[in-house]
């Protein structure tokens, strides 16, 4: 019988904050500025230049450790991280490793009906480095280094080796980005950079509780490329154990033009960069009363926001659960709701027509040309009567080709629903007059044909035909 195997992925995932200065300098974390305007002597590793703390970004880290439910270190440090690329001026990086500043905690991730906790190993604050910029142009034999970004706080996240496969993987980058986005620490524009990802990978038989040589593939920017690697991975790494080859702990790096890993280097341990307390950085000594100070500064999370909709608006569990599992989607639903008290009508809206758009444009909720008050007003229109459903639909439609105000666009367009019994009387009765089968098949009791008589007179209408009103009047002319 064939070996069934699992495979078993921890996540270290890097976010830069969203602070206006790097994290021990005064330069801006401007996105796009010129290469290598937004230095100083600091983040260029320059001689006798010393680091300053930013308060903001250790705040921020403290936010991410509280709502991950992680212990926070009441003495934490920064350490020295040595070894050198281009993009690390100083040759060293200023990170932490034995007093991290958040250790444990966990974060709950939902795939279908199955909900399962994450354990965190730690969480630390370090800078980031810069970036290389290598030319495509054919026959390009060098490389440019832009030095923006170094030193810009970045935080790191790492997860034990707790998610098995690709969807517990993509579920628990979808939530980690929604806890970011809820604390306010972060953009998490991938497109940016903000938000990376490396995953640890590695594959057991099915039942086993040993864990295999894992790889890391560094430097991921996209969760599709993260499943890619996932999927890549677990193929290459059961083939080598079905034929009795040994798996090499390595970093691997991505070659998305092969959509293949490709080895970088031998894993390096702790000691290969030998850490040691960064001079220039003293102690933190972090107080029960700065805790309390920076929790009350941590905005609604996701799972408490999900209770409130449920109480506050009376939706399902599972609505609450799908509309705040992206912060910008529960800001929309709120707006709307704001406009329109309508609750349950705005989250069907929102949770077939919105996301379905989102879906297949691949685009984000702020990209909508819908905006939640325009929803909210469409979804207004049909309560009051004024449209049916299957106009709406079609308001809408016009509204995501730019459209914008929906009662204009019923308005320009004459769609308004007939709720006229004057204008709707010589259309039951001729449809009527038109479907005698239907109308004796009524008579004897059949349902559909009630429904088909219904049709006809909305088609003959134009779809504007109050519904409602259509079948009480077929039903009062067909009584006798």
């Not at 969203?18 to 290469?35: A, H, I, L, N, W």
């Not at 890993?261 to 700065?290: C, G, H, N």
């Amino acid at each position: 019988m064939a070996t069934e195997y699992e495979t078993v992925v921890g996540m270290e995932v890097h976010v830069e904050l969203e602070t206006d200065t790097k994290v021990f300098c005064g330069c801006s974390t401007t996105f796009g500025g010129e290469p290598n305007t937004q230095t100083c002597p600091v983040c260029l590793g320059m001689p006798g230049s010393l680091p300053v703390i930013n308060k903001q970004a250790f705040e921020y880290a403290m936010r991410v450790c509280l709502a991950l439910n992680s212990e926070i270190t009441r003495r934490t440090q920064f350490e020295r991280k040595n070894y050198y690329y281009p993009d690390l001026p100083k040759n060293y990086q200023i990170s932490q490793l034995r007093k991290n500043l958040g250790v444990g905690g966990g974060l709950e991730i939902r795939v279908g009906d199955t909900k399962k906790l994450i354990r965190m190993d730690n969480v630390h604050l370090e800078e980031d480095a810069g970036k290389n910029i290598h030319p495509e142009h054919p026959g390009a034999d060098y490389s440019l280094v832009d030095l923006n970004r170094a030193g810009t706080a970045l935080l790191e996240i790492v997860s034990e080796p707790d998610l098995r496969g690709m969807e517990e993987s993509l579920a628990y980058m979808d939530a980690l980005k929604n806890l970011l986005q809820y604390t306010e620490v972060s953009s998490c524009n991938m497109h940016e950079g903000r938000l990376r990802f490396e995953a640890n990978i590695s594959v057991r038989p099915v039942g086993s509780a040993k864990l295999g040589t894992k790889v890391e593939v560094k430097n991921l920017n996209s969760t599709k490329t993260v499943l890619k690697c996932i999927e890549y991975e677990t193929e290459r790494q059961i083939e080598m154990v079905e034929a009795g080859e040994r798996i090499r702990q390595e970093t691997r790096l991505w070659d998305d033009d092969n959509s293949q890993t490709l080895a970088m280097r031998s894993k390096e341990e702790a000691q290969d960069y030998r850490y040691f307390p960064d001079p220039d950085l003293v102690e933190a000594e972090i107080s029960d009363e700065w805790i309390e100070e920076v929790r009350a500064s941590v905005p609604e999370l996701p799972g408490a926001r999900a209770d409130r909709f449920q109480g506050e608006y009376g939706i399902p569990e599972y609505d609450a659960a799908v509309l705040t599992s992206d912060k910008a989607l529960a800001d929309y639903y709120e707006t709307a709701v704001g406009v329109h008290k309508n609750p349950k009508s705005i989250s069907n809206w929102i949770m077939t027509e919105i996301l379905r758009l989102l879906s297949d444009s691949e685009t984000e909720v702020g990209d909508l040309p819908v905006s939640p008050e325009n929803l909210a007003g469409l979804v207004g229109l049909i309560d009051d009567g004024t449209i049916s459903g299957k106009i709406a639909k079609g308001v809408f439609a016009d509204m995501m080709d730019g459209g914008g105000d929906p009662a204009g666009i019923v308005e320009k367009k004459g769609l308004k629903q007939i709720s006229d019994t004057g204008a709707l009387e010589g259309m039951v009765d001729q449809v009527l007059a038109e479907n005698e089968k239907s109308v004796a098949d009524y008579r004897d009791g059949k349902d559909k044909a009630l429904k088909h008589l219904m049709g006809q007179v909305m088609r003959a209408s134009k779809g504007q035909a109050n519904p409602g009103l259509v079948q009480e009047m077929i039903k009062k002319k067909l009584a006798g």
